[in-house]
Structure formats: structure tokens, C-alpha cells
């Protein structure tokens, strides 16, 4: 009979022992593992009262002021650790690059890419696609394409900017994905431009985010439907570009990346080589994201310039004797930007203000954390606020201004800038940064050479709206600008 009283006081010491220990634990471990303050969430909505859904980015970083840098909010019962300021962001995705630089999937982007390709993949899959798509980018660069530009303005007086800009940088990426360029009156090309644009658009609209806070409210959402309907559309019309290639395909000419393509699948295949990252599925999401990519923010960044120089004469007559004096009539070359110094800000200080991409492309915590003495659990979803990078205050001198001058030393010489962050940093910094800064400055420089922008008839420059369109990506409202000839 004493052995199952001491069984019982030894198991009743162990059971005390242990809940003691879960308890002082859970305090110490809060002491210890504390995690990022942030605004008190509801059940099931979180915080989702207090966000302004249609600009997410603002109501974060007004958060941060009250919050800190690093903090934590909850859209719909999802957890996410917002990070702010230059030196948060850069800390984060640079120096703990490895912690910080796997990819958040959205549900919208799972059911748009299924983890393929590049933008939203991780693992080994995404590094080779990222590599493959790099080397690829840098074989096929863009050689001299920017003439074609002209004859979209030359029949327009006044005109919306959007369509010419966007089929002007899509056509970049076609000849360097498909190494050929499209008519712009090819309904399939433009079928694919003006899908691929709106799907980015939709992808930021309210409702979109409401589905990927709550999944199963998909069946109801008209966007949703929309952006499934434009991918199938996309999908079909790139199979179709791809066959017409692999039916022509000759391995010793490599005409662009889907060449490059086809022939490694083909070796790898013929080298019976046990899961290769160079299949169909990776094949098809690679292209249309380096179309989607490549042609909205590249486009969007032009857009942006044109209406700053239509908004400010004074700063397009500057960019405009600046170009006269240094390149007369010739063709612009990559190689004249370093004798342009007050374009070159220009653009850069476009770039800034513009902040085409608010929030970045979420990441997530690959392993827990600890940074800057704040716990983050592995598998967090994490926003690299770039807003709060390029309207920082502590880094920049006006920063709600459009201000060339940032860019600028006091002998007028170029400056380049830490905290210039538009294509965001670390493992995940945008790939295709070295060919769309190349684009924005041959675009800009050509276009500003061969027109001055105005607002059209009846609208002052004060009239002209820089209150930027709601969408994933940061574009300017639909408006109308003049190009007058200057020659």
C-alpha cells in the first residue's frame, strides 16, 4: 500500500514540477522571447478595423510612429512583423539576409504561380530560376531598342501615357525572353500587356486582401475571378509563343532566355537528371513573371517621370539643357549617364517619390530570431515597409518634396544614397534592377531629347494629381499629358 502512495506523491511532485515550470517559463520566456509591440487585435479580424485597405502602406507607417521600427499588426487573424526606416529594413533583409529573405506566398499568389518560377518561390527551385534568369538578362540585354518609343508619341497631341509606356517596356522583355519584339498592334501582344497590368492592379484592390486574409471567401470575390480568368488567358497565349519557338529551335543560336531554356530542359532530360528545376511549369511562371515584373514598374516609373517633368517645367528645362549641352542630337548611350548628373538625379528622386513598391514583396522568417531584442518566430510573415525607407526622415532632407537636390553635392555632382531602396535589398532584391535602371534612363533621356511634356489644354500644373492609383504597385492616377516635338 506504500508503494502507490509514494507513486502518487512522486507523480503529484513531478505534475507541480512541471506546471511550475511552464509557468515560469512562459513569464521568463516573455521576458526573454519578447515580441514586437503592436496594436491590440480583435478576435478573427485583428487589426483589421484600423487599416485603410485601399493604401495599407500609409496606416503602417503611422503605426510606426507610435509603435517603433519593428511591430507587429494582424491582418484578419494572420501575424505579420512590419519593419521600418532604413536603417530596420536594411538591418533586417541585408545583415540578416538568410533570417529575413524567404518569400511570403499570399493565397492570391499561390493560386496564381503554385510556388513556380521566380517572384514567389523559394528553396533551391527559386535560387536556380533566379540564376538562370540573371545570366539570361545579363546574354540578352537590351543592345539598341529604344527607338521604336518614337512612333508612339509622334501621332499623339494629347494622350494617356499608359498603353505606349507599357508596350514600349514590354517589348524590351519580349526580345529578351522570346528574341523577338511584338507590332504594337498585335491584339495577342497587347491581349497579354494589358492583362498582365491589370492583374497587378487587382492583386491590390481591397477585396483581393480580404481574400487572402480569409481564403474562403474566394468563391466571392469578382477580382479574384478576374485574375484567375487573365492568368488562363496569359498561360495559353505563352504556351502558344513557346511551341512556335521549340518547333523552330536551332541549340547552336540561342535567340533569347526560352531558347536557353528548352535547351537546358532537353540536356537534362537526355541526362535522365532526378528532379531538374527545368520543367514546364517553372518554364511558363519564369516568363510571365519577368513580363509582369518588367513591364509595370519599369512603365510606371516613366509614367511618373513624365508627369513630375509636365508638373515641374523648371526641372524639365534644366534636364533639357543638360541634354543639349552634353548629348546635342545624337542617340543617348548607357555610357552618358556619369555626364549627366542632374538628369540622373532626376531620375533617381522619380524613382523615390514614386515608392512604386510600398510594401515590397512580403517575406517570411526562414528560422526564429531575435532582432533588435524582439523575438520573431520561424514561418512569420514579415512587410519591408520600403515607403518608410524612402520617405525617411532622419536620411532624407525633404522627403515628402520632389527634390532633384537629394541626389545632387554641393558642385552639382552626382550623389548616390544609402537609403535609395526602390528595388529593395538583400537575397530577394529585385533581379531585373540592372536592366530597368537601364531602360528608365535610355526611355527618359530619349523622350526628354525629343519632347517637352505638358498638361493638356485647360489644366494648370497645379491640376496635375500625383495621388497615386490604388494597386499592388504604386501608379500614378489616369491622366493626360501633352508631348510637344522640340525639333
Known sequence: PAMPELLTTFLGTVVFLLVFHLFSSSFSSQEKMKEPPGPKALPLLGNLLQMDLKRPYITLCELSKKYGSVFTVYLGPNKVVVLAGYKTVKQALVNHAEEFGDRHISPIFYDLNNGHGILFANGESWKEMRRFALTNLRDFGMGKRSRKIFSLFVFYYTFDTTQPLNYATSNIISSIV????????????????????????????????????????????????????????????????????????????????????????????????????????????????????????????????????????????????????????????????KNLPYTDAVIHETQRLANIAPMSIPHITSRDVTFQGYFIKKGTAVFPLLTSVLYDESEWESPYTFNPGHFLNEHGQFMPKEAFMPFSAGRRVCLGEGLARMEVFLFFTSLLQHFCFTPPCGVTEDELDLTPAVGFTLSPSPHQLCAVSRF
Open 178 to 337: 522570346y528574341g523577338s519584339r511584338f507590332e504594337y498592334t498585335d491584339p495577342q501582344f497587347k491581349g497579354m500587356v494589358d492583362r498582365a497590368n491589370e492583374n497587378i492592379r487587382l492583386s491590390g484592390s481591397p477585396s483581393v486582401q480580404l481574400y487572402n486574409m480569409f481564403p474562403w471567401l474566394g468563391h466571392w470575390i469578382k477580382n479574384r475571378k478576374q485574375i484567375m480568368k487573365n492568368k488562363d488567358r496569359n498561360l495559353t497565349d505563352i504556351r502558344d509563343l513557346v511551341k512556335h519557338l521549340k518547333e523552330t529551335l536551332n541549340p547552336q543560336v540561342r535567340r533569347g532566355l526560352v531558347d536557353s531554356f528548352l535547351i537546358r530542359e532537353q540536356k537534362d532530360k537526355d541526362s535522365d537528371v532526378v528532379d531538374s528545376h527545368y520543367h514546364e511549369n517553372n518554364r511558363i511562371f519564369t516568363i510571365l513573371h519577368l513580363f509582369a515584373a518588367g513591364t509595370d514598374t519599369t512603365a510606371a516609373t516613366l509614367r511618373w517621370g513624365l508627369l513630375l517633368m509636365a508638373k515641374y517645367p523648371q526641372v524639365q528645362d534644366q534636364v533639357q539643357e543638360e541634354l543639349s549641352r552634353v548629348i546635342g542630337s545624337r542617340q543617348v548611350q548607357v555610357e552618358d549617364r
